[in-house]
């Protein structure tokens, strides 16, 4: 008997979201090699953000190879997770279109189920944790009943959610007929997950699912809504007896962290001060964040003082990112009037908006002076600064950051590529990076692309590129026509970019007209990119167009 089988497992309520991609074979079968690559790359990246802001961080997520199986033991997660779904439909073809460049109608509709059941964690042969049991089983066997951009749930999360989301029943025989399920085990009760109800009573604990949620899929109004009824419900908090002033703030600073509305940011603070609540420095901190400017963040310290509250570090980061680089300057100073010791994050942010190299390169010493160290974003940011770099500057820098045991990332090094002032030197740096056990990526490929004498040599580079794995974006494609020689070459690029799926952009139009001779075929190019791009004002190009064959005619 093996060793898990004569364990004793304690059985868990636990919820699965099934998410999967539909007819997502027959979609990448459509697909180049290359397109079908950044299809896949660009999954990870595309829920990532919103797992985030959802705070399933700690949810098991695996990938089936349709999609995604995201699995929570923790009840108080279902209500994300069903926001997670609702979000999914709204925005991941746009996002995964917009992440991996190929047009949106080759993207893959989703269908979704979150269902709940008993399972039990358990320890697989490598190592991993993984869950056993109902949940997953049940989510994938309903999906089956999906119609395209649909999200079916069970009885249990229903219970979890009914409040706060539309649901209606499901005719489960009526579905069986039409849909066939291959594999139907047990019956259950199942429902459609309809919208979002922004008017319902919402619980003050975890506001920040439904106003992230409706502010993504673009229902700003209706996150609005919600603020101001939790922000009421704060209040009315803040007027019993025996009201936690701090965890009152810490809810107020939650919905401010998933504002984007920034005049329902101010009218929080006015919520606090109805409540006779002074706002914390946390509250301060973030309102100067959310600010739309210099002027509006100031306001706030102004404010912050008022109230008796000191800024802290933190305080002067955020105001030094929204100011211009003298006032930023002075704040600096103004931090070591106060006794505040600037940290790291002070002066990579000073260093950025620095109006010149020999100015940034000065704020190295300052950092030591203060002694701290500098990082991997302080040189990050001093690269950035410079105009171009000679070969023995740029080494320089490097050798500088590995004497003081920072590594240089590849961040520093595609920096260093784009300024460098010829293309021999460009080589050169891609080089110390391979010595230095960093790859190149795509976007060394495009800056050492850019930087190519010549059409052949960008051509070879193009094949080097795709020999070592590397997906060409639209903004290879857009460099390549750049440098072709001709209208013809430039056509046959523009015509391969679309084979790999890759989605023009307004750049591709402009760098095809170029290589064009006569009006006539110049129009013929833009219409064409019209009726494929008809999201984008063409009226640009268009004047440029006219302004250049008016030109050659008067000669």
């Not at 992440?99 to 979704?112: F, G, K, T, Y």
């Not at 908090?237 to 703030?249: M, Q, R, T």
Request: aromatic share 8%.
């Amino acid at each position: 008997m093996s060793h898990l089988s004569m364990q004793r497992h304690k059985g868990y309520f636990v919820t699965s979201l099934f998410i999967d991609l539909i007819s997502s074979t027959e979609a990448g079968m459509k697909l180049s090699t290359a397109a079908l690559d950044r299809f896949n790359l660009s999954l990870v990246n595309q829920i990532k953000p919103h797992l985030d802001k959802l705070g399933l961080n700690n949810a098991l997520i695996k990938f089936t190879g349709d999609g995604w199986l995201i699995i929570s033991d923790e009840e108080e997660k279902i209500p994300a997770l069903c926001c997670l779904s609702t979000i999914m439909v709204a925005r991941f073809q746009q996002e995964m279109s917009q992440a991996s460049d190929i047009h949106i109608s080759q993207i893959p509709s989703v269908r979704q189920s979150v269902c709940s059941g008993r399972d039990i964690s358990v320890e697989l042969p490598d190592g991993r944790k993984d869950w056993v049991g109902d949940s997953a089983r049940r989510a994938n066997r309903a999906s089956a009943f999906c119609f395209p951009n649909e999200i079916i749930i069970d009885e249990p999360v229903r219970y979890f959610v009914f409040r706060d989301f539309e649901t209606k029943i499901i005719n489960v025989d009526q579905r069986q007929a039409n849909f066939q399920p291959s594999k139907m085990e047990e019956r259950f009760t199942l429902y459609t997950l309809g919208e979002l109800r922004p008017k319902v009573e919402t619980e003050a604990e975890a506001p920040e699912y439904y106003i992230y949620t409706l502010n993504v899929i673009g229902k700003t109004q209706e996150a609005g809504a919600i603020v101001q009824m939790v922000s009421e419900h704060l209040q009315n908090e803040a007027k019993k007896p025996s009201f936690n002033k701090d965890l009152l703030l810490l809810n107020w600073n939650r919905l401010l962290e998933n504002l984007i509305d920034y005049p329902t940011v101010t009218k929080i603070l006015k919520d606090i001060r109805t409540a006779r609540i002074t706002p914390s420095v946390a509250i301060y901190n973030t309102l100067i964040r959310k600010s739309p400017d210099f002027d509006n963040a100031e306001q706030w310290v102004v404010e912050m003082q008022k109230d008796g509250l000191r800024p802290n570090v933190e305080t002067y980061n955020r105001l030094i990112g929204k100011a211009p680089y003298n006032i930023a300057k002075n704040l600096v100073a103004k931090m070591a009037e106060e006794g505040l010791k600037p940290d790291i994050n002070t002066y990579d942010t000073l260093i950025g908006k620095a109006p010149n190299y020999s100015t940034a390169q000065g704020m190295i010493a300052k950092i030591r002076g203060e002694g701290l160290r500098p990082s991997v974003q302080t040189y990050y940011m001093l690269a950035g600064k410079a105009t171009s770099y000679n070969y023995d500057s740029a080494k320089a820098l490097i050798n500088t950051m590995v004497e003081e045991g920072i590594n240089p990332n590849l961040a520093v090094y595609n920096t260093l590529v784009s300024k460098s002032l010829s293309y021999d030197m460009a080589r050169k740096l891609v080089k110390e990076m391979l010595k230095a056990d960093i790859l190149p990526d795509f976007e060394t490929y495009n800056r050492l692309l850019s930087k190519g004498p010549d059409f052949n040599i960008t051509k070879k580079l193009f094949y080097e590129m795709r020999q070592k794995g590397l997906q060409p974006s639209v903004q290879t494609y857009n460099i390549l026509i750049g440098k072709s020689p001709d209208f013809n070459t430039a056509k046959q690029l523009f015509e391969e970019m679309q084979k790999e799926g890759l989605l023009p952009s307004l750049q591709t139009c402009r760098q095809l007209v170029a290589k064009v001779s006569d009006h006539d075929t110049a129009k013929q190019v833009i219409d064409e990119m019209r009726a494929v791009l008809s999201q984008y004002n063409f009226k640009a190009i268009e004047t440029e167009v006219s302004t250049k064959f008016k030109r050659k005619t008067r000669r």
